[in-house]
Each structure stands twice: as structure tokens, then as C-alpha cells.
């Protein structure tokens, strides 16, 4: 065996094994081999069984509300309409292959489950931040150091836990729409608690004055549903890059995370400091509903540049493959 130059030793190709080079030969490899695929999928599948526990105890009361009142149920659709249309039109500037639908099934499934670990650590850590941080910032820092950062985790990992070892998933682009759709799963079942909430606050599911309530919040909703597909969509976007880039794959997913998470956090702080009806000549409703649109509209205008501009240069690539 010769010494390499600096770059590091040469591929040895004869009688390298266990040398610089291995590949499962023996029972033991092979052993080997197996018993490592088992610990990914115990992780993997203990991790969901763990979210399904979570859901049942944090937000099982959304799926005994629908069965008690169906229109929980369709108050819920109908409140993450908008941000359906926003993954559809995510999912239609993808240059490349159309995903598979079960992948996309499996991210917002997994989103719905994953969202009881943010209802938990939300819950949990809002008393420490309270507790080392003044009052008068409490707040705001329980939505960046918190709600953003825990929140946007959760619904990338519905997308690292499946969809992202995938084959479908073959291109950068790919992870903008698979965090759309985790976005899309997170808003769902948030919404659908929201809506429970004010049914049971307005005297239960079956109070029929109990209507009104859930009506106004499931209107509420359906503008900050799209904010959660957004912000995924990014860190998703992210998440592709990482995987199709040689090297850095931390950085870059630790990069969108912090863009989606900083954004989350940003927006959850305007809308809860900021009295919208303070402003002459408009009411809070209408306030609230302009901000949201700006707001939003400035995240996905930015959005659409990034996608747009992979576009770009994926049609370029492929131009240049067919000349060749």
C-alpha cells in the first residue's frame, strides 16, 4: 500500500478490506448491517409511537369533539383552506418530478402527531423563561427562544423522519414542498384545537350558542395557517440543499431552521404586542387582517424569489444537458 498525497490516502482495491475500505462480507458484517438498520428503524418508529402517546393525551379532544359535532370537523377544513392553496402552489413550481402522494400523506400525518411535542415543550418551558427573563420581554423571548425554534423543528422533522429518504425526494426544491405539507399538518390540528377550545369555552360541544365562537376563530385561523406553510417551506428548501450539497450539512439545515424559526417568532411577537386598533381610522379586525397579508405576503414574495431562481437554474442545467 502507497501513501497518498495530501489529499489523503489512495483507495486501496486490493486487499483494502477493513484496511481503508469495507463492505459487508462476512455473518458478522452482515450482522452488523442489520442490527444497525433495527436501531434507525426503533428510533424512527419509537419516536412516532412517542407522538402518538403525546397526541392522545395533549389532543385527543379534537378528534372526540368531530365525533361528537362534525362541524368542528369542517370548520377546521375550511379554516386551512388558504394555506392548502399556498402547498398547492408550492408544489406546482416544482421544476422537477411531481411527488409521490404517499410521502406527502406520511410528512402531514407526521406533522399532525409531531405537533403534541410543541403543545408539551411550549407549555412547559413558557414558566422558565418567565423565570430568568423581565416580564416586560418575557414574551417575546418565549417566542424566539421557544415557540419559533420548537415549533419549526417539529415540523421539519415530520419531514427528515420519512419523506427525506424517500426517492422521491430528488432534488433540492423537493424540501420546500415537503415542509409545505408539514406546515399544512401543523396548522390542521392547531387549528382544530383553537376551534375546540372556543366550543368548550362557549359552553361545550353541545351548546348551540357554541357556534358563534368557534366560527370567529376558525375566520382567525384561516390567515395564520398560511404563515405556518411558509415558514416550513423555508426551512424545508433548506433541508434539500443540505442534502444535495457535499459538505456543511448542519450548517445549511441549522440556517433554515433559524431563517423559519426567526420569522415564526417575529410574527407571533407583532401580532400579540401590537394593538391593531390603536391605528386612526381602522378597527383591530381590519388591522390584524392587513398586517397579516403584508406580513405574509413579504415572507412568500421572498419565497417565490428563492424558488423561482432555483427554477431558473434547474431549466438552465437542463438546457445545457440536452445541447450536450
Known amino acids: 500500500m502507497t501513501r497518498g498525497d495530501d489529499a489523503g490516502e489512495e483507495p486501496v482495491t486490493d486487499g483494502g478490506y477493513e484496511v481503508s475500505t469495507w463492505e459487508p462480507r462476512t455473518a458478522l458484517d452482515r450482522l452488523a448491517v442489520l442490527v444497525y438498520a433495527g436501531l434507525v428503524w426503533s428510533a424512527r418508529w419509537g419516536v412516532v409511537a412517542l407522538a402518538v402517546l403525546a397526541f ?3 389532543l385527543g379532544l379534537v378528534v372526540y369533539g368531530i365525533t361528537v359535532r362534525p362541524t368542528l ?3 377546521t377544513v375550511a379554516s386551512i383552506l388558504p394555506a392548502l392553496v399556498i402547498v398547492g402552489a408550492i408544489w406546482r413550481q416544482d421544476p422537477t418530478a411531481r411527488q409521490p402522494a404517499w410521502p406527502l400523506a406520511a ?6 402527531l409531531f405537533a403534541s411535542f410543541a403543545a408539551v415543550a411550549n ?8 423565570g430568568y427573563v423581565p416580564s416586560a420581554l418575557a414574551l417575546v423571548a418565549f417566542f424566539f427562544l421557544v415557540v419559533g425554534p420548537v415549533e419549526e ?3 421539519w422533522l415530520a419531514v427528515l423522519l420519512y419523506a427525506y429518504d424517500t426517492t422521491g425526494f430528488d432534488a433540492v426544491v423537493d424540501g420546500a414542498v415537503y415542509g409545505a405539507v408539514a406546515g399544512l ?5 392547531e387549528n382544530a384545537l383553537y376551534i375546540s ?9 353541545q351548546a348551540a350558542r357554541s357556534l358563534q365562537g368557534a366560527f370567529e376563530v376558525a375566520t382567525s385561523r384561516s390567515f395564520v395557517g398560511p404563515g405556518h406553510v411558509l415558514y416550513s417551506s423555508i426551512a424545508g428548501y433548506y433541508l434539500g440543499l443540505a442534502k444535495f450539497t457535499d459538505d456543511h450539512w448542519g450548517p445549511i439545515v441549522v440556517k433554515g431552521l433559524l431563517i423559519a424559526a426567526g420569522i415564526h417568532a417575529a410574527y407571533n411577537a407583532i401580532v400579540t404586542g401590537v394593538d391593531f386598533g390603536a391605528f386612526p381610522a381602522v378597527s383591530g379586525g381590519v388591522g390584524f387582517v392587513a398586517f397579516v397579508f403584508a406580513f405574509e405576503g413579504a415572507v412568500g414574495y421572498l419565497l417565490y424569489r428563492k424558488l423561482s431562481k432555483y427554477e431558473r437554474y434547474y431549466r438552465a442545467g437542463a438546457t ?3 445541447d450536450g
Not at 107 to 112: K, Y
Open 56 to 58: 392522545t393525551a395533549q
Open 73 to 75: 370537523g369542517v370548520l
Open 107 to 112: 410528512t402531514f400525518l407526521l406533522s399532525v
Open 123 to 130: 407549555a412547559a418551558l413558557k414558566s422558565v423563561v418567565a
Open 153 to 155: 423543528t417539529v415540523k
Open 185 to 189: 399538518g401543523f396548522a390542521t390540528i
Open 197 to 205: 377550545r372556543a366550543i368548550i369555552d362557549a359552553g361545550g360541544f
Open 320 to 322: 445545457r444537458a440536452n
